[in-house]
């Protein structure tokens, strides 16, 4: 059975461990060369032929280095790219349809931003053949019969334009100057200008310096940059980040106009009501992160969806997660029986022409309220407030993560992680949040070095770490996967649960507020203008109250029973408002 050994080189520091894997190699201490240190100050080979997999490297190693998988001969045969020995490995690849849009759904680190450079032509795929990479008519040939051997030549003969969206839109403005006018115009290749200021809302920020932008507003900019393009080949990593539910329907539109123009377009998203709306298609990117990536067979997008949320393909009849994720269909009770840990009057604030306007409301012990509502209504706004309310209480320790997180850490991520926690990390936490989340293997990194996904998470952990009595958690989901989703909502939820703690979350994904509340503050009012927050309500008050100011319905598939948005105007749609039911129908 072939083995992949990775090691990450940014983890591995041969001279501060004194080579503890090549000293406990069995097969090494039996006399061949399976791990090899050519200068001792840089991380070792493993030659993978020679390797047994007994894995006592892995567990020997004290920096979480190294990791050895078993691939099945057959998968074997499918290797489409590798970075390079003892590096992530790509297996299969993706078939896109013209004039579709094909969505990629998996665990960050296994390989979907590998497969967009791959289409954008950054990368030649070398089919897992390091020391003599293939030709472009090698890899072609290894393509014959699919859609994407067109795809690739188009790119690699400069016939097809690709328009690329990067996944980490707040270092735009380090890359780009001017105002969205000035921008957008550079770039406007299909005079459709006013169309796509219109589309996605930016009629109010034409004038205004890109670095003046939030995090929703470069997103959306953003996307207008990719809709007056004109391209053959559209590209976009997680458009949706920072944006709110309504906005996420007009970049739904957006996409779905550029796929009707006859273009390919493929999408990585991680909000499942989104991706499930937008795609025609989907392939399942599964494996382990930053080890290896496997790319499923494409599939319809409900089958697709719904295949990744019980974990098992069945058309490949391959199970690659033990525990399906199950949704709840009905809201959870509206009864409260903790008692109240925080309490805050009617109250007003106002930031230059905003205005914000907050009901009276209060939070029990053992719940998570929820807080919904569109871009710039005000619910940063009231997180903020209710932390200046509550400052310097000596009777309620609060912990915050804050919704933007660029510049917010300095120094060793282990450090400070710690620092936060204040006393050794458990095993508890190391399993159940650490760990799932990624940041295990990042314990050694400068925090200044690490991602916006990996930001995210140090910040989630940092938060959760705090033994404190409330939290407040704004936009926790931007950058996350659909599993570290559910990992921050079980670890969040148990923390509240078992020590009668609360916690009062912003978020724009409705699947997983869903998951997450016991109650919600709905805002309503005009964004950027006037804000009004609602008093905590019931699930099913709350959901009503705010899907029905944006028109919106959510069916239930009937096997796994995940919330989906119904098409506009469709029987169902219409079904349910006359009920008035517009998520829990």
């Known amino acids: ?42 991380p070792p080979k493993i030659i993978e032929p020679l390797c047994n997999g007994c894995g006592i490297c892995v567990k020997k190693c004290p920096f979480h280095a190294i990791a050895i998988v078993n691939i099945a001969e057959e998968l074997e045969e499918e290797s489409f790219h590798r970075y390079g020995l003892n590096a992530f490995k790509l297996f299969r690849f993706i078939d896109p349809p013209k004039g579709k849009v094909t969505g990629l759904l998996g665990k960050n680190g296994t390989g979907k931003t590998t497969i967009l450079k791959i289409i954008s032509g950054q990368i030649l795929p070398n089919l897992g053949n390091i020391e003599k990479p293939p030709s472009r008519e090698d890899v072609l040939r290894f393509l014959r019969g699919t859609t994407t051997a067109t795809l690739l030549r188009s790119v690699w003969d400069n016939e097809a334009k690709i328009v690329y969206k990067p996944q980490y839109i707040d270092k735009l403005p380090k890359v780009v100057k001017g105002s969205v006018k000035e921008i957008l115009s550079k770039v406007d290749e ?14 109010s920020l034409t004038d205004r310096d ?12 953003a996307m207008a940059a990719v809709y007056v ?12 980040s920072f944006l709110d539910i309504r906005q996420r329907l007009k970049l739904c539109e957006v996409v779905n106009r550029i796929a009707k123009r006859g273009k390919t377009v493929i999408i990585v998203e991680h909000d499942l009501s989104i991706l499930d709306y937008v795609s025609d298609y989907v392939h ?3 494996g382990a992160p930053g080890v290896y990536g496997v790319v499923s067979k494409i599939m319809a997008t409900r089958v697709a969806i719904n295949s990744y949320l019980q974990g098992f393909i069945k058309p490949e009849n391959l199970r690659f997660r033990a525990e399906p994720i199950i949704f709840h269909e009905h809201s959870p009770p509206e009864y409260i029986s903790g008692e109240v840990l925080i309490g805050w009057p009617n109250f007003q604030k106002k930031l230059g022409d905003f205005k914000l306007y907050a009901e009276k409301g209060e939070v029990h012990r ?13 619910k940063t706004t009231f997180v903020k407030s209710l932390l200046e309310l509550f400052k310097g209480s000596e009777s309620l320790i609060i912990s915050y993560k804050p919704q933007y997180i660029t510049g917010l850490f300095k120094g060793n991520v282990g450090d400070i992680l710690r620092k936060n926690a204040g006393r050794e990390i458990s095993d508890w936490f190391y399993s159940s949040l650490i760990s799932p989340l990624g940041l295990d293997k990042l314990l050694d990194r400068d925090a200044t070095t690490l991602s916006g996904g990996e930001l995210q998470s140090l910040a989630i952990a940092s938060a959760l770490l705090r033994n404190a009595d409330m939290y407040f958690i704004d936009e926790p989901c931007a950058y996350l996967d659909v599993e570290q989703r559910m990992t921050l909502i079980r670890v969040l939820r148990r923390i509240v649960e078992e020590r009668q703690v609360s916690a009062l979350v912003v978020e724009h994904d409705v699947i997983a507020i869903d998951f997450l509340s016991d109650r919600l503050i709905v805002f309503e009012g005009e964004p950027g203008s006037e804000g009004h927050a609602n008093s905590p309500r019931g699930m099913r008050d709350g959901m009503n109250l705010f899907l029905k100011a944006l028109d919106i319905t959510f069916r239930r598939d009937p096997d796994t029973k995940r919330p989906r948005i119904n098409k506009p105007g469709s029987k ?10 517009y998520y829990y129908a």
């Open 366 to 378: 053992g719940e998570v309220v929820g807080v919904i509502g569109p871009n710039g209504i005000g």
């Open 284 to 286: 399942i990117v599964y």
């Open 190 to 203: 299909r005079g459709v200008f006013d169309e796509a200021i219109s589309l996605l809302e930016l009629d």
């Open 210 to 221: 890109i670095s003046h932008l939030s995090g929703g507003e470069l997103q959306r900019l």
């Open 1 to 42: 059975m072939p083995r992949l050994a990775v090691i990450d080189k940014g983890l591995c520091k041969p001279k501060d461990c004194g080579h503890e894997c090549r000293k406990y190699c069995p097969m090494v201490r039996s006399g061949l060369d399976v791990i090899v240190f050519e200068d001792l100050s840089s």
């Open 572 to 581: 169902l749609d219409r079904l349910q408002k006359e009920r008035g039911e």
């Open 229 to 240: 393009r004109d391209g053959d080949i559209f590209l976009l990593d997680e458009p949706s």
